[in-house]
């Protein structure tokens, strides 16, 4: 059974950084491209970014590149984003979510994360 | 930047058909995928590839897609259908989502 488990949101000051991570499990993490989708509270949904099976290739909306960066361990099967520069405008579930294909350009999301939620606030 | 459009919401009886567009420029080219959202939870998706229904979506639930309007169809809609709808396509290396529609079953 495929299983997203993201952690590491909280309550973040304006400005700060944090990090989140999704722990995947069921399936042949090191072929699937993964990705992050957020959700503002009573809003939409929001792709952020987006990276290849390998590593190599990784994509970022406009609203977070430059702050944002995408990673992962293939060896601990761990998706990872940091987050810099934190604004309200950031405050958000985040979704991990598994693609259906190696490249991070296209297929579609099979698979999402429960969620974990990032309140930038004072 | 690509656009994806979505009524906000639809209405619909039981038993009733229901149909969600989601509008774009020149989509027919475009794969799109839709998602289902009940509140509290993650999505979950319903169609992909336009037409095809994943494994354990109930047949009900049909796509298609042609011109600039894809189309999320529920034929004998049930109160269990109640939710958020999303389109999404990828634009480039972009990946779009629709505003978002809330179909209410009453």
């Known amino acids: 059974e495929v299983q997203l488990l993201e952690s590491g949101g909280g309550l973040v000051q304006p400005g700060g950084s944090l990090r989140l991570s999704c722990a995947a499990s069921?399936?042949?993490?090191?072929?699937?491209?993964m990705s992050w989708v957020r959700q503002a509270p009573g809003k939409g949904l929001e792709w952020v970014s987006a990276i290849s099976a390998s590593g190599g290739s990784t994509y970022y909306a406009d609203s977070v590149k430059g702050r944002f960066t995408i990673s992962r361990d293939n060896s601990k099967n761990t998706l990872y984003l940091q987050m810099d520069s934190l604004g309200g405008e950031d405050t958000a579930e985040y979704y991990c979510?598994?693609?259906?294909?190696?490249?991070?350009?296209?297929?579609?999301?099979?698979?999402w994360g429960q969620g974990t939620l990032v309140t930038a606030s004072s | 930047s690509y656009e994806l459009t979505q009524p906000p919401s639809v209405s619909v009886s039981p038993g009733q058909t229901a149909i969600i567009t989601c509008s774009g420029d020149?989509?027919?080219?475009?794969?799109v995928c839709w998602f289902q959202q009940k509140p509290g939870q993650s999505p979950v998706l319903v169609i992909y590839?336009?037409?095809k229904r994943p494994s354990g979506i109930p047949e009900r639930f049909s796509g298609s897609n042609s011109g600039n309007t894809a189309t999320l169809t529920i034929s004998g809609t049930q109160t269990m259908d109640e939710a958020d709808y999303y389109c999404q396509a990828w634009d480039s290396r972009n990946v779009v989502f629709g505003g978002g529609t809330k179909l209410t079953v009453l």
């Open positions: 020149k989509l027919g080219d475009k794969y």
């Open positions: 979510a598994k693609l259906t294909n190696g490249g991070a350009v296209a297929g579609y999301f099979d698979y």
């Open positions: 590839q336009d037409t």
């Open positions: 069921g399936f042949t993490f090191s072929s699937y491209a």
